[in-house]
């Protein structure tokens, strides 16, 4: 790379970065450019006038390795980029297509996810079949890794910030991540969580292991609709029969298996300063 030359012009049609093997141009001709979907950057049948896509291929073009023949480096290569890991958490909740994935992103540009989905897709760790992407053998390897760190990450989550939101695969996951099997003991039930009219999903719980997925269950054995409150339930700082009784959520069912739940499912402890000393 030291020795390319790159050239830099702006006029009325854009701005132009050429090198010597590639020309990147911004600018719509024939009127303002329209933001172009997943596919279309993935397929090559749009031309995108964002800079941010200019950058976004010379992201890809000059990035470097950290010039470590070591399996963690190679790992932080792939799964340090960001989003990667977002993705792989969407994909091991299940497969999906990339405009499902963009839809559980929001925040990530369309350029910037089309690219990890190729970056991913590159190194072995996603397929794309049908439309649909989903982990590969070798990226379903990555899950129980990913849980721990959800699970890790977790313990420092604190308040919700004005500009978070949940969504149902970030939940589901949630909740694979933070089972505790030592407290299932012979539980065997099926839940099904309803926290607002757009997120449904249900867990099942049968000799201490765990499956979760969007959706709702056929005849489950409590219905759960937390409200604000599902965090709560799960760190301890919300009384469940408390919560039933002054409406702060709502149950249909057994109540005594959502005290099993805010068992089974409980947020680790979370860290302070003299732990991380």
């Known amino acids: 790379m030291t020795d390319a030359q790159w050239k830099l012009a702006v006029d009325e049609q854009g701005v132009t970065i050429a090198g010597d093997h590639f020309q990147l141009t911004t600018g719509e001709p024939g009127g303002a450019p329209q933001q172009p979907t997943v596919d279309e950057m993935l397929y090559g049948s749009a031309r995108p006038g964002r800079m941010e896509s ?3 291929e010379l992201e890809a073009m000059t990035r470097l ?7 963690l480096a190679r790992a932080a290569e792939v799964l340090g980029e960001r989003w990667s890991v977002l993705i792989l ?6 497969p999906k297509r990339a405009e499902e994935l963009r839809a559980g992103l929001p925040l990530v ?15 072995g760790v996603i397929t794309n079949t049908a439309e649909h992407y989903r982990l590969t053998g070798y990226g379903v390897e990555l899950s129980d890794v990913l849980l721990r760190m959800s699970r890790w990450g977790a313990r420092m989550l604190g308040q919700q910030r004005p500009e978070e939101i949940v969504t149902t695969d970030s939940l589901v996951f949630a909740m694979l991540s933070v089972f505790r099997p030592e407290r299932a003991g012979a539980v065997r039930a099926g839940y099904e969580l309803r926290v607002n009219d757009k997120i449904r999903f249900h867990v ?13 269950i056929d005849n489950p054995d409590l219905i759960l609709e937390p409200g604000d409150f599902l965090t709560g339930l799960m760190d301890g700082t919300v009384d469940p029969f408390e919560s039933i009784e002054d409406g702060r959520i709502r149950v249909t069912g057994d109540p005594a298996l959502l005290v099993a739940f805010t068992e089974m499912f ?4 979370p860290v302070t300063r003299s732990a991380a000393d």
């Open 109 to 123: 540009p369309v350029e910037i996810l089309a690219m990890r989905l190729r970056d991913l897709e590159r190194t």
């Open 89 to 94: 958490r969407d994909l091991a909740v299940g």
């Open 65 to 71: 390795s950290y010039g470590q023949y070591c399996g």
């Open 54 to 56: 200019v950058l976004s």
């Open 266 to 269: 409980r947020i680790p402890e």
């Open 204 to 216: 099942v719980v049968e000799n201490g292991t765990v499956y979760a997925a969007p959706g709702g």
